[in-house]
């Protein structure tokens, strides 16, 4: 046998059980699976194929035909058991082996030649579909502790109740299994389905019918929208229907798939923007939002390099799925889509990060299979199963993982902060996007109000306490200049190395990040609220035009103007400064003998505990730096309420500081910085409420205004 893996071509059409079977089972038959690999399948087994594929005169180890796929029959709900432990090398003309070989997540690591293979067996006994057991290869991975979450997932495929594999047509997608998605999803999911009545002036969309492009005035209508990366495509000759000649392959796509699923009007932004008008090119980018998360499906293009690849499965095939037949048993391993739209191009660029979670239905075409994913549930081509199957809610979690992740029931405070972190992640052919690019994403969420894409609280109990919250986000090393905007607001900063990218996960409430290893609210909300304090005075806003608005009693006029993209060129801060010096320490230990670290030679609050102790570390340096810091705000951490004195009086306070760098202009800024002030508590760190006079030990201020650009 010269390859023992083989792929079915055709795929199957069947659709989606309508209900999930009542009752569900409480375990599987014990003869779902062959009793044993080698042993031929009975007529009457329940996970037996009739794609109609040939039967391949399979070659199994001596290992494989007498693996039991039947031995967890017994086994405790959603449990991973052992089914196999080889003690040699992958058999290369056993069709199982060759089929768990395939399944490994990295080629190349060290550990790979390694005997030990383990699989596993999940029997899931969740209460809303029968249980279906799924096969996963593990392999010990020192050097990935996470690589797992990752493997192929081994499904049988079979018509019985609940979940199975299903084969994949590579040359076209499955238009009707598609469809059905859609009508239940119309049908049945109340969060996908609550347009509201608005219009937006000067909208238009492609009829797909006429080839024409034609105005759209009630978005409470059908219509498709494209997410995609245009690349270096150059338009034809503009037709009399508005629409060049010539097309990148992906919007032809886009348009043919639009007709197969029964639609008629698709909005592709390149040509449904009217170039030519500047006012209502800025009003429909500007409600972005509204255009993405009205659409009745948007088609996400996540293939290729550019739109000139095309959407597979439409004009171009698809990479045929990891399939064995053993007799009629039919193994698919299957891959969460997930990581390949993560890791994809379209995945990498500025203006399609808030185009595919406003999306309240995306289709996303890859190079392996079509997936859908709607506000409550997310389908895979390659997948069958019971409509009303919620991975999130079942055993299955960690197997078929959402594209997706932003759930709507996070605080918006720790979405806000991922969205931007992810944001940095992204690639921008032009910096001023920046804050286009997510802009619509914080107009969606009521509770915050952009400064030049700075997100700003709008529940603070002052405006100036949102302000200095808000400047209080932190960046790492990693971020450079983005000189078209200021450098108090994160657009004012790009990732270095723009060719790496991190796939982030969603984090839990509390300190949450801009950029990979930063924070971007100093104090998270909770109960220690109560103790907080702001210590900027005032705050002014300079704009290019000559206007200057106070912070204080005009603050929302600021964020009005800067919501129509008229941002101050600078922020005058009237607070509490002071000197503060760090110098270069080089690394005592051998193994960090190249290596070395920033540390406060003054003020001597912010001295590390060695520079305390030891006279002579300071001296050691080899680089000084000169800031000026400016206290933005400060708090006694976790305390519920300022009652508890007799931890008051113990516990010292942080403050929460910028550091400047002087410029010809002004200051700009270049740390961020919470830090715990030794011996600093309520009774000796004071605030005069009524002279505004503050005392902080070891820390000599006074009281200035900063020009902050």
């Known amino acids: 046998m010269g390859n023992a893996v083989v792929t079915p071509g055709l795929s199957s059409t069947e659709s989606d059980e309508e209900d999930p079977t009542p009752g569900a089972a409480q375990g599987y038959h014990a003869q779902s699976w062959p009793t044993f690999l080698g042993a031929r399948a009975h007529e009457d087994d329940t996970f037996e194929c009739d794609c109609g594929a040939p039967t ?34 992958m058999d290369p003309d056993c069709t199982f082996c060759q089929l768990l070989e395939s399944c490994t997540i990295d080629q190349n690591v060290a550990w790979k030649p390694q005997p030990l293979k383990t699989l596993k067996i999940l029997a899931t006994k969740n209460p809303s579909i029968p249980a279906t057991p799924c096969l996963r290869y593990k392999e010990p991975s020192p050097s990935n502790v996470k690589s797992n979450l990752y493997a192929p997932v081994i499904l049988p495929v079979h018509a019985g109740p609940g979940l199975s594999g299903r084969h994949i047509d590579v040359n076209e997608v499955d238009y009707n299994l598609i469809g059905d998605w859609l009508r239940w999803c119309g049908e049945h999911h109340h969060t996908c389905n609550t347009p509201r009545p608005t219009s937006i002036p000067g909208f238009k969309t492609i009829d797909v019918d006429t080839m024409t492009i034609v105005p759209f005035h009630d978005l409470r209508s059908e219509y498709v929208t494209l997410s995609y990366v245009w690349g270096s495509f150059v338009d034809g000759t503009l037709g009399p229907g508005g629409l060049p000649n010539i097309l990148p392959q992906a919007v032809y796509d886009a348009i043919y798939v639009t007709k197969k699923l029964g639609l008629r009007y698709l909005w592709v932004d390149r040509y449904c923007i ?49 399939t064995a037949r053993i007799g009629r048993l039919c193994l698919i391993a299957h891959t969460s889509k997930d990581e390949e739209i993560h890791n994809s191009v379209w995945n990498s660029r500025g203006w399609t990060f808030q185009e595919g979670l406003l999306a309240k239905r995306r289709l996303v075409f890859t190079d392996s299979q079509c997936y859908m994913q709607c506000q409550e549930v997310h389908y895979h081509e390659g997948i069958r199963s019971p409509r009303a199957f919620r991975p999130s809610r079942s055993s299955y979690n960690n197997l078929f993982r959402p594209a997706f992740t932003y759930p709507k029931k996070k605080h918006d405070r720790v979405l806000a902060s991922k969205w931007i972190n992810d944001f940095l992640n992204r690639n921008l052919s032009f910096d001023q996007d920046a804050v286009d690019c997510v802009a619509a994403l914080f107009r969606s969420s009521s509770n915050f109000q952009l400064l030049c894409g700075l997100p700003v609280e709008q529940d603070r109990p002052t405006a100036l306490d949102a302000l200095a919250r808000s400047l209080l986000w932190y960046h790492s090393t990693d971020l450079v200049r983005r000189p078209c905007f200021p450098s108090w607001t994160w657009a004012g900063w790009k990732r270095a190395r723009t060719d790496t990218r991190i796939v982030s996960r969603p984090l839990n409430d509390g300190w949450v990040s801009i950029s990979p290893e930063t924070n971007f609210d100093a104090f998270p909300r909770g109960s220690e609220r109560s103790v907080d304090d702001c210590f900027i005075h005032g705050a002014q806003a300079y704009f290019s035009d000559g206007t200057v608005l106070d912070w204080d009693t005009a603050s929302m006029e600021i964020l009005e103007r800067s919501r129509l993209s008229i941002y101050p060129t600078c922020l005058e801060i009237t607070g509490w400064v002071f000197e503060a010096e760090k110098v270069l320490i080089p690394l005592s230990s051998e193994e960090d003998a190249k290596k070395s670290e920033w540390e406060f030679s003054t003020p001597p609050a912010l001295l590390s505990a060695k520079a305390q102790k030891d006279p002579e570390h300071l001296r050691q340096a080899v680089s000084k730096e000169k800031f000026v810091g400016m206290i933005l705000m400060s708090r006694l951490p976790g305390l519920e309420t300022r009652t508890k004195t007799a931890i008051l009086s113990v516990l010292a306070r942080q403050i929460g500081f910028l550091l400047l760098k002087r410029t010809q202009e002004g200051f700009e800024r270049a740390e961020r910085h919470v830090e715990a002030v030794p011996g600093a508590t309520d009774e000796n760190m004071t605030l005069d409420r009524s002279t505004g006079d503050l005392k902080i030990p070891g820390i000599e201020i006074k009281r200035d205004t900063v020009r902050f650009i």
């Open 56 to 89: 391949p005169d399979e070659v199994l180890c001596a290992e494989c035909q007498g693996l039991n796929l039947n031995s967890d029959a017994n086994s405790p709900p959603d449990k991973w058991i052992d089914l196999r432990a080889a003690p040699t090398a």
């Open 274 to 322: 009217a170039q030519d008008n500047p006012v209502v090119k800025r009003d429909q980018i500007m409600r972005m939002g509204e255009i993405y998360s009205e659409s009745h499906l948007t088609i996400i293009a996540a293939a290729g390099q550019d739109s000139e690849y095309g959407l597979p499965g439409v004009s171009r095939p698809r990479i045929s799925q990891t």
